[in-house]
C-alpha cells in the first residue's frame, strides 16, 4: 500500500509539473510580452514537458497494471478525456518539434501562431485532465 501511493504520487509529482510547463511555458513566451526571440528555449522546454506527460501518463497505467493486473474502469465520458489528453500530447509535441526543427525560417506571425496553438492544446489537455474524474 506504501509503495503504490508513494508510486502514485511521484507520478503525479511529474505530471503536475509537467501540466504547468506545457501551459506556462507556451504562455510566458506570448504574455505579458512577446519573448518569442527566447523560443526556441521555451521549445525545449514545451517539448520536454509533452514528453514527460506522455511519459508519466503511462506509467499511471501502467503501475496499476501492477498492483491490480488490470488498468482502472473508466467511463464513456472519462476515455473520451483520455483520448482528448493524449491527441493534445502527441500533437503539441510535433507541433513543438517541428518548431524546433524547422522555425528558424518562419516569419514572425508564423511563430507567434504555433505558440498560441502550443497554448490552446494545453488548455484543452487541463480541462480534458479534469473530465476523467467523471464516475458513471
Ligand atoms: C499521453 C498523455 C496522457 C495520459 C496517458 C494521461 C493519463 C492520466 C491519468 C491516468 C490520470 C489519472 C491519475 C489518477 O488519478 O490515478 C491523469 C491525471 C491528470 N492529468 Fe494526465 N495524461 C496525459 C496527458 C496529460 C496532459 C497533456 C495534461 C495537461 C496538460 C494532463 C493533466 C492531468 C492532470 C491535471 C491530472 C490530475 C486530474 C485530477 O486528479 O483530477 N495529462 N492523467
Known sequence: MGSENLAYALTQVVHNFGAAAVLGG????LWPLDRLEYGRVFAWLILVAWGAQ????A???VTSLYYYGETPDLSHIATAALAVKIAAAISGFVLVGIYLL??????QAGVRRTFQSLA???TLALTAAAFLRWFS
Not at 54 to 57: D, E, R, T
Not at 102 to 107: K, S
Open 54 to 57: 506522455m511519459a508519466s501518463g
Open 102 to 107: 524547422r522555425g528558424r525560417a518562419w516569419t
Open 120 to 122: 490552446a492544446l494545453a
Open 59 to 61: 506509467l499511471f497505467g
Open 26 to 29: 507556451a504562455v510566458f513566451a
